[in-house]
């Protein structure tokens, strides 16, 4: 399988704005905000606001993540705590503000996490490995789920 997409292929990039207008425009109730993955107090808002004009969460998707490419010696510690900041804490913090509602509404609902290596991919591409940043968060989350 090559690096270059099948030519059949279409890549839509869309902002919150976008996705919100074509939803409205399908009879979809939507709410739009921006949220710092990272920051606690940023999550428990989105939960706040998304418990306050809906019934309710029936799918939650953690879906976020940042790479760094770089070798394990060239990595700085800032780099480290950004990266476990969004990539770990942000499953984290999505699963503790709406999972424990979702439980307590008593209807069924799912949560999906989704931790990507493609940063690790994508530095064996650029000549440089970077597994131990893009595995770290990845291995934390996949263990959490035993």
């Given at each position: ?6 030519a059949d292929a279409v890549e ?106 493609a940063p690790g991919e994508y ?24």
């Amino acid at each position: 399988m090559g690096d270059d997409p099948p030519a059949d292929a279409v890549e839509v990039r869309l902002d919150r704005f976008e996705v919100a207008f074509l939803a409205l425009n399908a009879g979809v109730d939507v709410l739009t905000e921006h949220v710092d993955l990272a920051d606690a107090a940023s999550v428990e808002a989105l939960a706040n606001a998304v418990h306050d004009r809906f019934d309710g969460v029936d799918l939650l998707v953690n879906n976020a993540g940042i790479g760094v490419v770089a070798t394990f010696l060239d990595t700085e510690l800032s780099d480290w705590k950004r990266l476990i900041d969004i990539n770990l804490m942000g499953v984290v913090h999505g699963c503790h503000f709406f999972v424990s509602r979702m439980v307590q509404r008593g209807r069924r609902g799912h949560v999906v996490n989704v931790a990507s290596q493609a940063p690790g991919e994508y530095g064996a591409k650029c000549g440089k490995r970077s597994p131990s940043t893009s595995c770290a968060p990845w291995s934390a989350i996949a263990q959490s789920h035993r």
